[in-house]
Each structure stands twice: as structure tokens, then as C-alpha cells.
């Protein structure tokens, strides 16, 4: 199985690069550009990443993200994930970055999608791994900080596929942004947002009817309305789930009770995915293998969670056919 799952051709669709910020990584960042961290070790560093909930992770997230100052501060980032795809065959990744993360710091727009652009570009080059940008609006701001970051990215918006919604869900509903995804929509960008992660099924209604987004990210909580899990396959819109996230995070106890072999029975369409793999405890196949162990999943099942991300993807017809052939032929051979 665990062969299987690592030759298995797939797209992860539930990244956020500044998650990817492996501690090695951050303190030789940190060491180069002059940045004192508040902790002595790499060890040290790692034993502080235990939360209870999705506040306590944001923390120290945004505190690691400090030493990014940059373009080659990003582009080595961006360029370490875009390895570790190769290396788990991941043929095509969307990847979330947080632009507020950093202009607030004084970092420049610019400096950053600069950086990630020309690790994309390399990795398509060198690799043969694909991806894409999702520029993501942090919740906890407001809307006129949203707006700014849209009009910072319209000299980049062809570097910039689609537009998502993350960082502290409750008390940051869907509807504080409604204007700038209708904003973001206008200049090409395609909406996609978290919801349903601690939030409750009415901020994933929300996300669809005033966002009209595309994809969920996290989706947990739309098992708690049966009306909701019908309009969701109705629209044909596919949950991004991020198993050892939601542990992590306490949005789930224990995988064995992992809501995915649930929502897949009950015809939702879901893909999965690592989230903030540095944080977390694993890259995307550590969580495939995590989630098949605990449900027992066969490899049906991870043929259809591949489809999916394939499926799913913000990619063209034709682009998809090609990723879907290449599994097909793959799932044929080995199943
Ligand atoms: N949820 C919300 N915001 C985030 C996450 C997440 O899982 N990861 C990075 N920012
Ligand atoms: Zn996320």
C-alpha cells in the first residue's frame, strides 16, 4: 500500500506555502538574514508545535513566516515543497500564498510572488511538476486590507489564478468579504475560500451563496446539514480535506473517526491534501497513508481521492485528460 500510494499519481489542492516553512529551513533563513527566533534549536522549535485549536497554530505560523524578507527567501521555499512533490509524485499542486502575511510587515508584494513565480517556473522546467497560485485574504483583517492586496496583485494577475479565504474562521464569516470577491472575480480570479473548518455549516452556506466559490477548503462541518451536503453535490464542488491538519488542530479527535470515508459515501467529492505540512507532521502522502490506515481505505478509494484532485483542479480540459490518462493507466497496472 504505502508503494502504492507514493508511485500513485496526484494533485494536492490544499497548500499554504508559508506552511511549508520546514524548521531547518526557517532558522538558516533566520540566520542569513539577521533574525533573532525565540528558540534555541531546531528540536525546540518543533516541541512548541502542539495546539488545541486553530488560534494557537495561526500563532506561531505567522511567527515563522517573520523571516521571510526576500525573493530568494521565497523562492527557497517555494523551490523545497516543489521538490518533496516531485519526490511524492505530485504532478500538479495549487498553491495558497498569504500576501497580508507579509506586506504588513513591510515586505513588498512584489518581493514575494516574485520569488514563488520563479520557483514554479523551475520546478515546471526542472521537475516536471506543475502549479498554480491562489492568493489567499487573511479573515482576521479587514475588507479595506483585502482590497489593498487586490489591487497590489493586478500587476501580477497572470500569475494568479484564483483567490481563497483563510486564517481565524469563527467570528470572520464569508460575508466580510463578499465585495472583494466580487472585486477579485471581476479581474479573472476564481473564488475559493475556507469554511466549515471550526466555523459551523452556515459560514460554508455563506462561502456558496455570497462568494460563490468553487472549491471548499476544509468542508468538515457541512456534514452537520444534509441540505448543505445535497447542494454541495449539486453544484458539483469538491471538499479539499486535510486529514493530519484536522487532527492536529482538534477539528477531528482521532482519524479513525476522520469524517472523509463518510462524505465520500455520501457522494461528496474529496481530495486529499497536507495543508501546512511543516506544522502538521507530514507531506500529502504521509496523510494519505494516515487516513487509508485509519479507515481502512482500499485502493479504490485512493484511485477516486486521486481522481478527484485531478478532476477538481483549477486546470483546463484538456490539461486534466492528460493527468487523468497517466492515472488511469497507473491504477490498471497496480490495483
Ligand atoms: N485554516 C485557516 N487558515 C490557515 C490554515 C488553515 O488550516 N492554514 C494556514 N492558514
Ligand atoms: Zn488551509
Redesign the pocket.
Known sequence: MEDFILNLPKAELHL?I??TLEPTLLFEIAKRNGIEIPFKSVEELQAAYSFDC?QD??DI?YQGANVLLKEQDFYDLTHSYLEKCAAQNVRHTEI?F?PQTHTERGVSFETVITGIAKAQKDAQDKLGVSSLLIM?YLRHLSEASAFETLEQSLPFKELITAVGL????KGNPPSKFQRVFKASVSVGYIPLA?AG?EGDADYIWEALELLNIKRI??GNNSLQDSKLVAEIIKRDIALTV?PL?NTA?KVVDDLRNHPLKTMMNKGLKVTVNS??PAYFGGQINKNFSAIQKALALTKEDLYELAKNSFQYALLSPDRKTTFLTELEAYYTKNK
Open positions: 499554504h508559508e506552511g486553530l497554530f495561526l505560523y495558497m498569504d489567499s483563510d486564517s481565524s474562521e475556507h473548518e477548503d476544509h486535510c491538519s488542530l495543508d501546512d
